[in-house]
DNA sequence: GGAGAAATGTAATTTTCTTTCAAAAACACC
DNA sequence: GGTGTTTTTGAAAGAAAATTACATTTCTCC
C-alpha cells in the first residue's frame, strides 16, 4: 500500500535519526513501552516501529512469522501496548498513521526565534486535539455519559497539575446541579475515595496514569462500588483500574521546551464530557441553565465565567 | 505560518445538513455508488455514510444485523464499492476518517448525537486554537517575554475559572525558579497587587476582560510599577489597563451546549509564554531543568507531572 | 400465473484471532 | 554446579469473524 503519508511522517521526522516514533503518539507508545517488554515482545515492538505500514496489511500469523515469533506473543505485545485485541491494534496503528500529519511542524528546538515558537506551540496542542478526537471511542464516552447522568454525586481527582483540570472539570459539573467536589490532594482523594457510594463516580485525570496514590483511591473508589472513569493514557495502570477510560494518549514530550499539551487534552476531553451530559440531560437541565444564567446577568452579577 | 489545515474546517464547513461525505474521499465515493447499489446494500451504505465511526469498532455480523440485512450482503456491499473484504474495508475506512479533517462540523445542538457531538466540541477548540494562533502578534510576545525574564516576582490572576488557568501558570513558571504565585480571589488579587514593586510581573488572564475587581487588581498593580500582561479579548477593558496585551479572542458562545473553548487557548498561551521564556533563559535554565527532572527520576519519585 | 433472472439469506467453510496449557529458558537458592 | 521456582515462550485447541457456496425468495416480463 502506498498511501503517501509516509512521505509526512519521514517528513516530520527532522534531525536526530528520529524517526516515525517522534512524530506518532501510538509509535511512542510502543517506543517508550519497549524497554518493559520481553524479550520476544520487543522484537516484535521493533518491527512495529520500523515498518508500521506493513504491519496494516498482514495477519497476526504474517507478523509472527516475520519477527520470528509465535502468534501469542505478538498477541502479548498487542496486550502489554493497552489494545485489547489485534484487531483493535491494526485499526488504531491505522488511524495513528493516518492522522500524523498535522505533525509536520516538527517540535521547538533551542534555535527557533520567538515568531517560530508561538506557532509550534500551537501547532502541537492542534494535533493533540486531533489525534485525540480521532481516538475517541463514542461507546465509551456513551457509558461514561450514562454513568454521569445517573450519579448521585461526583468527584475529581487529579494529582499536581492534573488537580487544574480535576478544578474545572468540577466547576462546570456543579453548574449542573450535579453535587461535584475536586481534590488534588492524593491523601484526601484516597480518604475521599472509601466514603463513596455505589452509583457514585469518581473523574480520574493523569496524564502518564502512574501515580501510585491515585490508582489506590481509585481502587478504593471501585470497592466501594463507585464507578471510576479514567482520562489518561489508554495502557496505563490508571487505565487498568478504571471501569470507563477515556483515552488521552499525548505524545508527552520530556523535552523542557515541550508545551504541556496534555493538559488541554484533558479539558478538551472534560469538555465533551460536559456538553454531553448536558445533552444527555435534556431539556430541563437546558431549562434551569439557562433561567441561573438570565438571574445573573439580570443582577448584574458578574464575575462568573471570566 | 500556514498549515493548510485552517482551509478544513472553514472550507468544509458548508449547509448545515451536509455530511461527512462532503469531505471525506471514501465516504463520498461511497454515497456517488449508492444509486448503482441494489436495495439492501445500499442501506447498508446508507448507515455507513451515516454512522462511519461506529462500523470502525462492530463486526461485520454487527454490522448486517443493525442494519437488518445478512452478512453476505454487508459483504457483497464492501466489494461493490471496490474494496477486496471487510477488513480492508474497515481500515481504509479508519484511514480516511482519521486523516485530519474535521467531517462533522458546525455548533453542538440538541439533537445532535452522541458520536457528532465529541468531533464537534474538539473542533471548536482546535478552530478557535488556529484563530489565536493566527493573530498572536510576535511582537507582543517578544515584550512579555522581555518582561518576564526580568521580573523579581510573577503573579498570576484569574478570578472563577481562569483561576485554574493561573493555577496552571503559576505552576509552570514557578519550576522555572521565578518566584511565582497564583490567586483567584479578587481580594487578595488587590492586596498583592498593591505590594508588588517596579519590574515584578502580573500577568492577568480573563476570557470577557470585564470583572471589575481583575481591572481593579491590575491597575494597582500599574500604580505600583509592575507590568501587566493581560490575556483577554482585544478591546476588553482589561486589555487596555494592561501593559502588554495577549489577544485572545474567542466567540464564547452562551449556549448552554458551547463547551469553554477560551480556558483551552489561555492555557495554549501559557504555554507558548513558558516555553519562549525557556527558550530565552537560554541554557543554563535548560540544564538546571534538566539536573531537576534527573533527580527526581533518579530517586524514583514520581507523580510530579501527573 | 409461471419461467427465468436478480436479489437476498442460510449454512458451511475457511481464515484469523484468542486462549489454554505445556515446554523451555532464565533465575535464585542452596 | 545442581535443583527447584519463576518467567518466558510456543504448540495446539478453541472461538470468533469473514468468506464462499448454495438455496430460497422476490421481482420482472411474457
Not at 528546538?109 to 500551537?122: I, R, T, Y
Not at 523535552?255 to 445533552?279: C, E, F, G, Q
Not at 444527555?280 to 431549562?287: F, H, N, Q, V, Y
Request: charged share 25%.
Amino acid at each position: 500500500m502506498t498511501t503517501g503519508m509516509e512521505d509526512h511522517i519521514v517528513a516530520a521526522a527532522p534531525a536526530a535519526g528520529a524517526d516515525a516514533a517522534e512524530a506518532n503518539p501510538l509509535l511512542a507508545r510502543i517506543r517508550a513501552s519497549l524497554p518493559e517488554l520481553r524479550k520476544s515482545e520487543r522484537a516484535v515492538g521493533e518491527f512495529v516501529l520500523a515498518k508500521p505500514n506493513e504491519v496494516l496489511n498482514i495477519s497476526i500469523a504474517e507478523l509472527a512469522y516475520r519477527v520470528g515469533v509465535s502468534q501469542p506473543t505478538v498477541a502479548r505485545f498487542v496486550g502489554a501496548v493497552g489494545f485489547p485485541g489485534f484487531k483493535d491494534f491494526k485499526l488504531r496503528l491505522a488511524q495513528s498513521l493516518a492522522s500524523g500529519v498535522p505533525y509536520v511542524h516538527g517540535d521547538v528546538g533551542p534555535d527557533d526565534s520567538l515568531e517560530e515558537v508561538a506557532p509550534k506551540v500551537f501547532n502541537r496542542s492542534i494535533a493533540a486535539l486531533m489525534n485525540v478526537r480521532n481516538q475517541l471511542d463514542p461507546a465509551r464516552l456513551g457509558r461514561a455519559v450514562e454513568v454521569i447522568t445517573r450519579a448521585g454525586r461526583m468527584e475529581f481527582y487529579g494529582v499536581g497539575n492534573s488537580g487544574i483540570v480535576a478544578s474545572d472539570a468540577q466547576h462546570k459539573f456543579f453548574r449542573f446541579g450535579i453535587p461535584a467536589v475536586a481534590y488534588s490532594d492524593p491523601h484526601t482523594q484516597g480518604m475521599a475515595a472509601t466514603l463513596l457510594e455505589p452509583g457514585d463516580v469518581v473523574v480520574a485525570i493523569s496524564a502518564s496514569g502512574r501515580t501510585p496514590e491515585l490508582i489506590r483511591a481509585c481502587e478504593l473508589a471501585r470497592d466501594a462500588g463507585a464507578e471510576v472513569i479514567a482520562i489518561t493514557a489508554t495502557a496505563s495502570p490508571l487505565a487498568r483500574v478504571s471501569t470507563v477510560l477515556l483515552a488521552a494518549d499525548v505524545h508527552e514530550d520530556p523535552d523542557v521546551y515541550a508545551p504541556m499539551t496534555s493538559r488541554i487534552v484533558h479539558l478538551a476531553l472534560i469538555d465533551v464530557l460536559s456538553v454531553s451530559v448536558a445533552l444527555a440531560s435534556g431539556p430541563e437541565l437546558i431549562k434551569r441553565l439557562e433561567r441561573t444564567k438570565q438571574t445573573l446577568r439580570d443582577k448584574r452579577i458578574r464575575g462568573f465565567e471570566e
